[in-house]
């Protein structure tokens, strides 16, 4: 997936490998109501956010957000501590559930249609979002925005299309009428740049 490595590595900033929430995976592994309860409390209002992204309708971002805790709950034996943080995991299942959706509902068919792909890459929608979640949440997104904006624009465009449009890099060749080695040099050369300058603000941070 194109932007896993780039999920990824955002989770470091407000989530890592936290012991507390591979935790939470195991309890629910074992079919604690009360774990995915927590985790929905932990990551409903950031995966509403990034949701909405996609689908661009809250009553579609809200069926979405609990089909995902659904996949999570039945998927839970999937996750592998090993294998990534939670956070990865969870950002990853929830894209391409959004991604499934709009395409169920027929919005395959206007992928070629011109569409901004200079909206922010995450939102939050709604009054009803704790303040100190809201702050970290737009600082992520800020942070990601940052980072695109150093990069090539050749190179942020790919990456955008896949992430708005949920296209595959076959699709983004089609769609800007470039060979399919152009695409995934563009993306692999653009993700190494934003993982560089993501990983470089986390060291700074940290």
Request: glycine share 4%; aromatic share 6%; no cysteine.
């Amino acid at each position: 997936m194109i932007l896993f490595t780039l999920l990824a590595t955002i989770g470091k900033i407000t989530h890592g490998n936290s012991d507390d929430e591979i935790e939470l995976m195991k309890r629910i592994q074992a079919r604690d109501e009360e774990a995915i309860e927590e985790l929905y409390n932990l990551y409903n209002k950031l995966l509403f956010g990034m949701v909405i992204s996609i689908v661009k309708k809250r009553e579609e971002a809200e069926d979405v957000l609990q089909e995902i805790f659904v996949k999570i709950w039945n998927k839970a034996d999937q996750f592998k501590p090993d294998r990534g943080n939670v956070y990865s995991w969870i950002v990853t299942l929830a894209r391409n559930t959004a991604i499934d959706r709009i395409r169920s509902k027929g919005y395959k068919t206007q992928q070629k249609q011109s569409v901004s792909i200079h909206q922010p890459l995450f939102s939050l929608e709604g009054d009803k979002h704790d303040p100190m979640e809201t702050t970290i949440f737009s600082d992520r997104a800020e942070l990601v925005q940052k980072a695109l904006d150093k990069i090539p624009e050749k190179q942020s465009k790919v990456i955008k299309i896949a992430y708005y449009r949920g296209m595959t890099q076959r699709e983004i060749s089609d769609h800007l009428d470039i060979p399919l080695g152009t695409v995934k040099t563009r993306t692999r050369q653009g993700m190494i740049k934003l993982k560089r300058i993501l990983e470089e603000h986390i060291s700074t941070d940290g």
